[in-house]
């Protein structure tokens, strides 16, 4: 089944936030920020930018009528600067005017001085410093300083990862408008709508029933809207709340794209160690977070970074530490993997590094170490493992040694051009990693007419998630998918929502639609039963072509006549329903629990070819087994993992976020960072399905698939180093991604300063 929007996308209908029509009197936001990365406001004057013809209001940190806070995990965020300034980009002031040219214009007039202090950017010299978010975190499996000793082979080494920008198509924005009563409507594109509900309570003063949010759907969030939405909304909502007018905010690319936090960068040490079977014995890791100048999600990304250290491997004796470090950049923020793609690539790199020492491929040292069921992850779960099933069918499918002496061939018979190949597993820990927020709710009405309209707090945001919930009301009434109506996610109808994130949201509000769709359907049963004159009370309902079946006969009652005949009976045809996910825990305290309710695990061959001349290269192929479950809908799962090795990969390869050492952003717009585009997506792209028939809490047995694929991304970086090595063997491996062309063409030719 195609995605439900898919034709409103084509035809251009869709609502987004700029589409919706402004209403007389809406006054455009922009705020004025600091130029400074860290730094002393020691003059601020507003006078010329208010007297500007066409401003109604500018707004600074004093006009705040709650609190200046809008940090989600720790009260470290102002939402406007009052004194210290903590990075470029940090709003200080907002201007409220009748054009968003005029409050351009504004802003320009504003006079501010900042004092600047000495700023940092860099993870391990906030770490030397003591500039620490949140107390470091530690996981410990076994015991790794009694397992060096029977090594047989140790190796050490350094890994750096950079961020990444979202660059979701829609930019962030909000749109507040005034109801009455003082009550506030807010449409944003958020993925947490409770999580805006809840910043603009804080910053107006509000009580949360006061303040309305609704989401129709949003361009692309990738995690950059899961906390980082609040800002634009809790500004639009101050400016409401303060002149009683509509205020919108849509931010151009230029400033989402330098006020807004990306990927954590992280930077890591780590040390391996081998029997001389190729088994690992013991990994110790000590991850460096750039958290950015706020908390933010970071310490929750943090912990994901730990939980998936490992990766798809079993290794007895783990110590895993991680850094939360407080740099003066924009707080960095959640983005697809949350930390964990960042922990996966280290043990990567320490498996990369060790394989031509230990004579091998990376792949014999993968295969070697896969975890199986029964083993434990570092934080005490046991796995429940598809790494070596999806690994057997990934040699079945595909020809693994061929494809290795293929690319051995072509590197022996090409000087200027070289081949290299990767092997990527995956897994990945399905749930959110704080136990409270793995809750949903889902609110289905059916009408008279037999129209049913159902609303969760699920967020649609091109994932197709509004198409898997449609599709469980469709499968537990037998109904025609246009009989089913999916609303705007709206914290009026379903409250206190996790935000749409952790690739939960399908499992979470699927599950509770499924459970009030059932709920209703139990109630539909004894109607038919009264009706169809049976003493059956455990007569199992069917409806096949808008016809009733009771225990596969026939009843002649059309789905129409049962609800019009429950509603004569007065039998309630609304249900609200709320799941939590069972069985998961985690404790701090000792590092260990039951965070995930299941994983999710695949295998990933990428082959490139590197012009050894120029230093770019080309993705022959990503080749995939990957670990469905059941999947419910095919064509929308493999859109999210295309999608998402397409993004992996420019994470590996192109895309560079760069601030200068003033903490500037200079890959500021899509000039200086550049996205993958169609010449850089692979060639050829198959993934073979792995369906597995077991039982687990994933809605009707589909896993999760939005943030799992990203990461066979991985396996480009570790193909290019592979193609670099086989043209310039005396090059040392090192461990800095993105793999960008400078990057690769100063590595072929072993240059130090890479
Ligand atoms: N967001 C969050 C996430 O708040 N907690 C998580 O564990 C998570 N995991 C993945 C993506 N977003
Ligand atoms: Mo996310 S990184 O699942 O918002």
Redesign the pocket.
């Known amino acids: 089944m195609r995605s439900i929007d898919i034709h409103d996308h084509v035809k251009g209908r869709s609502i987004y936030l700029d589409d919706i029509p402004l209403i007389q009197g809406t006054l455009f936001a922009r705020v004025f920020t600091s130029n400074v990365a860290h730094g002393r406001i020691i003059k601020l004057d507003i006078s010329k930018a208010r007297d500007l013809e066409g401003v109604h209001k500018v707004l600074i940190s004093s006009d705040i009528t709650g609190i200046n806070q809008i940090g989600g995990i720790i009260d470290d965020e102002p939402l406007m600067a009052e004194n210290i300034v903590d990075f470029i980009g940090m709003p200080i002031a907002l201007v409220l005017a009748d054009s968003e040219s005029i409050a351009r214009k504004a802003c320009k007039l504003i006079d501010c001085k900042i004092e600047a202090f000495e700023e940092i950017t860099d993870p391990r010299i906030a770490y030397e410093k003591g500039a620490l978010i949140i107390p470091s975190k530690k996981f410990i499996l076994g015991d790794t300083e009694s397992t060096w000793s029977s090594c047989s082979h140790i190796f050490e080494g350094k890994a750096d990862i950079n961020g990444q920008e979202h660059l979701y198509i829609e930019t962030q924005g909000a749109y507040a408008q005034p109801v009455e009563g003082g009550k506030i409507k807010v449409y944003s594109s958020t993925q947490g709508p409770t999580a805006v509900q809840r910043a603009i309570a804080k910053v107006t003063g509000m009580e949360m029933h006061s303040i309305e949010v609704d989401v129709t759907r949003i361009g692309g969030g990738f995690?950059g809207k899961?906390d980082q939405a609040n800002a634009w909304a809790a500004l639009c909502a101050l400016g409401t709340h303060i002149t009683g007018r509509p205020v919108k905010y849509s931010l151009s690319r230029e400033e989402d794209i330098y006020m807004t936090g990306k990927r954590h960068p992280y930077s890591a040490d780590f040390k391996i160690g081998f029997d001389n079977k190729l088994k690992i014995l013991a990994y110790e890791v000590t991850f460096f977070q750039n958290a950015g100048a706020a908390a933010d999600?970071s310490p929750?990304v943090l912990e994901?970074t730990l939980f998936h250290c490992t990766n798809a491997y079993f290794i007895p004796n783990v110590i895993a530490i991680a850094h939360c470090c407080k740099t003066n950049l924009p707080p960095n923020t959640?983005f697809r993997?949350?930390g964990g793609p960042q922990g996966m690539f280290v043990i990567e790199c320490a498996i990369a590094i060790a394989a031509p020492k230990l004579n091998c491929k990376a792949s014999d040292i993968q295969k070697a170490n896969l975890i199986t069921t029964g083993d434990v992850f570092p934080y005490g779960q046991l796995a429940e493992s598809e790494a070596e099933t999806s690994w057997q069918q990934f040699e079945d499918r595909f020809d693994l040694k061929k494809m290795q002496q293929d690319v051995d061939q072509f590197n022996k018979e090409n000087i200027h051009l070289k081949k290299g190949l990767a092997v990527q597993p995956i897994c990945f820990g399905i749930s959110?990693?704080?136990t409270l927020?793995n809750q949903a709710r889902s609110l289905v009405h059916i009408y008279t007419d037999g129209s049913v309209g159902i609303t969760t707090g699920a967020v649609e945001m091109g994932q197709g998630v509004n198409t898997k919930i449609a599709q469980v009301a469709a499968h537990i009434f037998s109904l025609p998918i246009d009989k089913i109506r999916i609303y705007s996610t709206n914290t009026t109808r379903i409250a206190n929502t996790s935000?749409s994130?952790?690739?939960a949201t399908a499992d979470l509000n699927g599950k509770a639609t499924l459970m009030a769709c059932e709920a209703i359907k139990e109630r539909l049963k004894k109607v038919v039963i009264s009706i169809a004159d049976t003493k059956e009370q455990n007569s199992d309902i069917e409806i096949r072509d808008g016809l009733v079946f009771l225990d596969s006969l026939e009843t002649k009652i059309t789905w129409q006549e049962l609800i019009s005949k429950a509603f004569e009976q007065r039998v309630s045809l609304s249900e609200h329903a709320h799941y939590a996910t069972p069985d998961v825990h985690f404790d701090w305290s000792k590092g260990k629990g039951h965070p995930f309710s299941y994983h999710v695990y695949g295998t990933s061959v990428t082959q490139v070819t590197v012009d050894c001349i120029r230093g770019n290269y080309e993705i022959d192929f990503v080749k995939v087994v990957h670990d469905y479950g059941q999947s419910m809908n095919p064509m929308i799962d493999l859109g999210q993992i295309e999608g998402g090795i397409v993004q992996g990969i420019g994470w590996m390869t192109c895309e560079d976020v760069f601030y200068d050492e003033k903490g500037k952003l200079r890959s500021n717009a899509l000039s200086t960072y550049k996205i993958p585009d169609i010449y850089a997506a692979p060639k050829e792209i198959d993934i073979i399905p792995l369906i597995t028939d077991k039982e687990n809490l994933a809605i009707l047995q589909s896993k999760a698939v939005g943030?799992p694929p990203l990461m066979y991304g991985l396996g480009t970086y570790f193909a290019i180093e592979n193609a670099i090595q086989s043209f310039n063997p005396a090059v040392p491996c090192r461990m800095n991604a993105p793999y960008t062309p400078e990057k690769v063409l100063l590595a072929l030719y072993g240059s130090k300063d890479l």
């Open positions: 995690g899961e999600l929750a994901r959640a993997g949350f959110f990693t704080k927020m935000p994130a952790a690739s943030e």
